[in-house]
Nanobody
Framework: QVQLVESGGGLVQAGGSLRLSCAAS????????MGWYRQAPGKQRELVAA???????NYADAVKDRFTISRDNAKNTVYLQMSSLKPEDTAVYYC??????????????WGQGTQVTVSS
């Protein structure tokens, strides 16, 4: 089965940095868009950043000047470098990928989520 495995979450003080990683594995032919979403308690899940296989990038306005998304296509891995973290960045962060499998079937898959907590 295709799966996404995330790492890098944790507890950090305001102004600090974290780097999240997400690696896709399984029977994958290719991956188009990969992205990061987050969901804070009591709030709707929202897009943080997304990146295509050709490195076209889209950021949410709230993180545009502080977060950087990148990917390594050979490793099927996407990263999110988070700097100048604020308490309002506290959320569960989910990795998402648009997968094409070996039968040319396209579907979206999600990681299990990783907790990011920013203290003031």
């Amino acid at each position: 089965q295709v799966q996404l495995v995330e790492s890098g979450g944790g507890l950090v003080q305001a102004g600090g940095s974290l780097r999240l990683s997400c690696a896709a594995s399984g029977s994958i032919f290719s991956i188009n868009t990969m992205g990061w979403y987050r969901q804070a308690p009591g709030k709707q899940r929202e897009l943080v950043a997304a990146i295509t296989s050709r490195d076209s990038i889209n950021y949410a306005d709230a993180v545009k000047d502080r977060f950087t998304i990148s990917r390594d296509n050979a490793k099927n891995t996407v990263y999110l470098q988070m700097s100048s973290l604020k308490p309002e960045d506290t959320a569960v962060y989910y990795c998402n990928a648009d997968i094409i499998d070996q039968r040319w079937y396209s579907r979206a898959i999600w990681g299990q989520g990783t907790q990011v907590t920013v203290s003031s």
